[in-house]
Structure formats: C-alpha cells, structure tokens
C-alpha cells in the first residue's frame, strides 16, 4: 500500500501523517516532552527509538534526577537529551562523527539548552581517555553511563566495556547500560562489571552492568 498522500483521499493523507510522525524521534518525558529532535538525513544514524528510550528511562526512574549522565556514541543525542528533560544535573556527549557532533548542538540550542552539558566530538575511546585524565578524586563521578556503537562494530563495543570496567571516573554503584543487537551477546561479568539486566525490543537488547 503507498504512503503517498493524496488531496483526494483524507485516509491516505492521515495515514502518512502519522507514518511521518512515528519516523521522528521525539523526547518522551519531562521538561522538553514532546519537542521534535533533528536528524540527519538518510542511514547516517541510528537513533535510539522512542520505545526503547522510553523502557530505558523506566527502568532508570527517578535516580536520573540530579545525576551526571554520560552518553557514549551519542548520535543525536536523543538518549542525553532525554536525560537532561528528566532533570539530569549533567549530561556528557561522545560523538566522533563531524555532522552527528554539529546535530547534537543544534538539537540542544533548538530546545534553549545553554547549561548542564559538554559534547566531546572524538573517538570514544580517546574521549574516555581524556575524561579520566581530567577526574579528580572529589570530583563527583558518572552515575549513568549509555553506550550505543553501530550494532556491527562489535570492536567498539569490546573496547568501551574493557575500558569502563576499571574507569575511576564513574561513581560508586554507577549503572552502564550498552545498546546492542540482540544477536550480539555481551559478556555477563567482565572485570568490575557484572550484567544484572537484559530487555529485549524487536532487534533491540539493552544490557544493564553494575559496578561491583
């Protein structure tokens, strides 16, 4: 069936209507709810989709209140967006892609966001890196950690967990959650990490790690 409005046809208008309003990617809760995010055109990226982001920031609750968050291949910036809606005191962003990083600014101007933020264009690992360098030891850590490489790059999603394992950066009982394929199996325990959670959507799992 097309999904090509047409003036003489009210259904198939409104049918792609919402078909176009399903594609967007929306804030679910909070301060700026409902307010439309921008993407970039094409595959470039792959947003987090709202149900997801919803069960995700379910599962979160409350704690995310006056929490520093911290969002690992940022994309968008949906999930880090999201964060900040729902009261997150800080959120950093990771984005090594050029556009995605420059995405991530404009998303944030276009909902007046000029505080409670740093968006680190660099390779994760790199940008990781730079954060532990710069931690002190009474600076307040991460409490939540999301990690969402492209499902295929199963190297990043090695390298992020070996490195968030032993990060001195994250705070005590720091939650890190990784999006992935759910073909793609993360290890149970890996080092300070133990997984304590798996939810699974179509294509989607979210594996929640504890640090021990």
Same mark, same amino acid.
């Given at each position: 069936?097309?999904?090509?409005?047409?003036?003489?046809?009210?259904?198939?208008?409104?049918?792609?209507?919402?078909?176009?309003?399903?594609?967007?990617?929306? #804030?679910?809760?909070?301060?700026?709810?409902?307010?439309? =995010?921008?993407? =970039?055109?094409?595959?470039?990226?792959?947003?987090?989709?709202?149900?997801?982001?919803?069960?995700?920031?379910?599962?979160?609750?409350?704690?995310?209140?006056?929490?520093?968050?911290?969002?690992?291949?940022?994309?968008?910036?949906?999930?880090?967006?999201?964060?900040?809606?729902?009261?997150?005191?800080?959120?950093? @962003?990771?984005?090594?892609?050029?556009?995605?990083?420059? =995405?991530?600014?404009?998303?944030?101007?276009?909902?007046? #966001?000029?505080?409670?933020?740093? #968006?680190?264009?660099?390779?994760?690992? /790199?940008?990781?890196?730079?954060?532990?360098?710069?931690?002190?030891?009474?600076?307040?850590?991460?409490? @939540?950690?999301?990690?969402?490489?492209?499902?295929?790059?199963?190297?990043?999603?090695?390298?992020? =967990?070996?490195?968030?394992?032993?990060?001195? @950066?994250?705070?005590?009982?720091?939650? /890190? /959650?990784?999006?992935?394929?759910?073909?793609?199996?993360?290890?149970?325990?890996?080092?300070?990490?133990?997984?304590?959670?798996?939810?699974?959507?179509?294509?989607?799992?979210?594996?929640?790690?504890?640090?021990?």
């Amino acid at each position: 069936m097309s999904l090509r409005p047409s003036a003489t046809n009210p259904f198939s208008f409104c049918l792609f209507l919402l078909f176009v309003y399903y594609l967007q990617v929306r #804030i679910i809760a909070g301060k700026y709810r409902s307010r439309i =995010l921008k993407s =970039l055109k094409g595959l470039a990226l792959r947003p987090t989709s709202d149900r997801l982001r919803e069960t995700l920031f379910n599962v979160l609750g409350p704690g995310i209140v006056g929490s520093r968050f911290l969002d690992v291949f940022a994309g968008t910036g949906a999930v880090g967006i999201e964060a900040l809606s729902r009261s997150a005191a800080e959120v950093t @962003f990771i984005e090594n892609h050029a556009p995605a990083a420059k =995405l991530i600014r404009q998303n944030l101007d276009s909902f007046k #966001i000029t505080t409670g933020y740093n #968006i680190l264009a660099s390779d994760a690992l /790199i940008a990781l890196e730079k954060l532990a360098a710069r931690h002190t030891p009474s600076a307040p850590g991460f409490d @939540f950690v999301f990690v969402d490489p492209p499902y295929a790059a199963h190297i990043d999603y090695a390298r992020t =967990l070996e490195f968030l394992a032993t990060a001195d @950066f994250l705070a005590p009982d720091a939650l /890190i /959650i990784f999006e992935h394929h759910h073909k793609f199996a993360l290890p149970e325990q890996f080092d300070h990490l133990r997984r304590t959670r798996v939810l699974k959507q179509g294509d989607a799992t979210l594996s929640f790690f504890l640090v021990t």
